[in-house]
């Protein structure tokens, strides 16, 4: 039991919360073609990083 949560990869939860920070706070500026892009966009970031927090500290408590 030890060796099978010693060789889980650790951190992906907390790379998808911070790409999806990024992705929520700094594309809608970079692209600014029209609403509905930019609202998919902060939706997309807002998933991705509701993906990490599941990940890192939601699944953990099952």
Known sequence: MAHSEHN???GTGIILI???ILIFFFA??????GLIERVI???LGFVLGG???YISF???RT
């Open 8 to 10: 889980r990869p650790k």
């Open 41 to 43: 966009i902060i939706v």
């Open 28 to 33: 809608p500026s970079y692209y600014k073609q």
């Open 51 to 53: 993906i990490g927090f």
């Open 18 to 20: 911070a790409i999806g």
């Open 58 to 60: 939601l699944k953990k």
